[in-house]
């Protein structure tokens, strides 16, 4: 084979994929990367969740890693674990596909090289460290980035891009929409919309431009933020691949884990420019029931989060119903104009609840809690440790999403826990979203924290997976 487009075809087809059928390559794959195999140092791709991208550059690192003698394809993404996501989908392919005999995946060094190189130093595809110095000084053949939405910095890319010359290296990028047109993948769209060759086909929802030597080329897959989000036929065609069905892309509409920023970024690839509210306000407002008061000595669980420094601790109690909702009621305590606020008054509100109620659990963070917790269950008070870490927090979100959005849970229609829960926004992590306090309003959300916390035990949900999780 040569390094060409019609020969990575042909290369994909020997492939297994994770259903056991071949890879075939799509015609908008071809599209997207007919300029790369033409020559052209820097393609961008900007698409919609879902459309095989990272499998699509696992394939071209192994076909690249074949092809080119003395290759050294690099790896590059926001985190180490971010960018090993496409090393496994590349070592993936080896195993499916039996290619044992031409490719040794080394996955403690989260390396693939060619069999029969002695040394680890030969051809190889491996992954790099997220931080800038891990990836100074290298001279890629081919250097791949992923996700370019998440990272922090254009230090990384530039450090790729600069190490391109030496060897007449090629860097492909591949990324979903971002929320901030100032960061490293918003500015580089930007100036590729700027680029004179920029056209948009409004049928495909499709974006091109390419610089007039050929050297940079931008591919983006998206809806115009006027168009409707939620015709599926429209969103259908910002996403190419042929298994991204109206029906396929109904069921990700109708998840009721599914929040409309997601939505709008993930599905139709909008920039949705910051972040937003988690929840529409009157859909919180509709679970309110100014009657609803959790029974003494009912069994409830309960949630603490506590504040740091200056910020409210909150208390949440949930019970459930005998109809399945979450009843949930909260405890708000600020602290004294200077200074942190006492935790024995926390503690002595627990065990006031413990005397009206019948706690099954006290959920909290060993990070701020861990020897009040240790006193209160001397008290006799089952304790259960919550640390707020990526995963779980994701999947206590997704949770309490799930419950707003279907009508699982009631509230007493406190306008303190209110003004908690709406001040909280979504923060996209590699486990999936989760929520966290709005950094430009400063506007508490302990209750809401507290909030998500109870109700993952509340609904006998105790795996630490989010409930839907983008790949």
């Keep these: 084979m040569a390094y060409t487009l019609r020969d990575f075809g042909r290369f994909c087809a020997g492939l297994r994929l994770e259903n056991g059928r071949p890879m075939r390559l799509e015609a908008f794959q071809r599209r997207m990367l007919a300029e790369h195999f033409k020559g052209a140092t820097e393609v961008v791709i900007v698409i919609p969740k879902k459309n095989g991208k990272t499998t699509l550059l696992g394939a071209v690192a192994l076909f690249h890693l074949a092809e080119v003698p003395e290759a050294e394809v690099v790896i590059g993404a926001s985190t180490r674990d971010q960018a090993r996501i496409l090393f496994k989908q590349a070592a993936g392919l080896v195993r499916r596909s039996g290619l044992d005999d031409l490719f040794d995946v080394k996955s403690g060094y989260g390396e693939v090289r060619l069999t029969g190189y002695a040394t680890k130093d030969g051809p190889r595809v491996r992954v790099l460290a997220a931080d800038v110095m891990g990836a100074d000084g290298v001279i890629p053949t081919l250097a791949l980035v992923d996700e370019l939405h998440r990272h922090p910095s254009g230090d990384l890319y530039g450090v790729f891009r600069d190490g391109l010359g030496p060897r007449d290296g090629q860097m492909i990028t591949i990324s979903t929409a971002g929320v901030a047109l100032d960061s490293p993948l918003g500015l580089l769209r930007v100036r590729a919309h700027d680029l004179e060759s920029f056209r948009r086909d409004a049928r495909a929802k499709r974006n091109f431009a390419r610089t007039p030597n050929g050297e940079f080329v931008l591919h983006e897959w998206c809806l115009e933020s006027s168009e409707d989000v939620d015709d599926l036929r429209l969103v259908a065609k910002a996403n190419p691949a042929s298994w991204q069905t109206v029906k396929a892309l109904r069921r990700r509409h109708e998840s009721p884990t599914m929040t409309p ?52 601790t909150a208390i949440v109690v949930a019970h459930r119903l005998e109809d399945e909702r979450i009843a ?28 009206e109620h019948r706690v099954l659990g006290l959920h909290y963070d060993p990070w701020t809690f861990r020897r009040s917790a240790e006193i209160l269950e001397a008290d006799g008070i089952p304790v259960v440790e919550f640390p707020q870490s990526p995963e779980r927090m994701a999947s206590a979100s997704a949770n309490l999403y799930r419950l707003v959005e279907t009508g699982g849970l009631v509230h007493d229609g406190d306008p303190v826990l209110r003004s908690h829960v709406m001040a909280g926004v979504t923060k996209e ?34 795996s630490l997976e989010p409930m839907v999780a983008f790949v």
């Design 261 to 312: 920023w997601q939505w709008r970024r993930f599905a139709c690839g909008i920039w949705t420019e910051g972040a937003e509210p988690w929840i529409d306000p009157r859909a919180w407002d509709d679970l309110a029931d100014p009657a609803l008061v959790i029974p003494e000595g009912a069994d409830v669980w309960v949630g603490v989060d506590i504040g740091v420094r200056q910020d409210s």
């Design 328 to 355: 949930v009621a909260a405890r708000i305590l600020e602290p004294p104009p200077h200074g942190a606020l006492p935790l024995e008054l926390v503690e002595q509100a627990i065990r006031d609840i413990a005397v």
């Design 429 to 462: 992590t590699e486990r999936g979203w989760r929520l966290v306090k709005d950094p430009k309003m400063r506007r508490p959300v302990d209750a809401l924290i507290a909030l998500a916390m109870v109700c993952l035990p509340a609904v006998g949900q105790t």
